[in-house]
């Protein structure tokens, strides 16, 4: 299972980057994905909406499948990446290269509220 040091996680499986400009960059984990099977569609929140910590706030369709995408903090949709709007698949191709949306948060304190890789990991039970 890949799960970048860099990044920080959330019990739901989203995985979040912190970029130089105070935004977030958020998708799901190789883990979730792997869990998903082959994704079918994605529907992505809409910018400029407000959500809440662990808020649903978008979703991912597989063949098995649907589940919903939750805010890791809270803040403003900033925006959605098209392209994997367009081709779902390259989700499952690298989790972490195909990002579903970018938030700016509320609070920035809040990110350390989430985990870190190594919770990330024994949370999900690997090693």
Avoid at 18 to 28: H, P, R, V
Avoid at 72 to 89: H, K, L
Wanted: with cysteine; glycine share 4%; net charge negative.
């Amino acid at each position: 299972m890949n799960v970048p040091a860099n990044l920080k996680y959330t019990p739901t499986h989203e995985w979040v980057l912190s970029e130089a400009d105070g935004t977030l960059t958020i998708g799901i984990t190789d883990h979730a994905q792997e869990a998903l099977g082959d994704l079918v569609f994605i529907e992505p929140p809409e910018p400029g909406r407000r959500v809440v910590a662990k808020e649903a706030c978008a979703v991912v369709e597989s063949v098995k499948a649907a589940s919903d995408i939750y805010a890791p903090v809270t803040g403003e949709i900033i925006a959605v990446n098209a392209s994997v709007v367009d081709a779902p698949e390259k989700v499952n191709a690298d989790a972490y290269a195909n990002w579903l949306f970018r938030l700016k948060p509320a609070n920035a304190a809040d990110l350390a509220d989430l985990l870190d890789a190594a919770a990330y990991t024994a949370s999900v039970g690997q090693e």
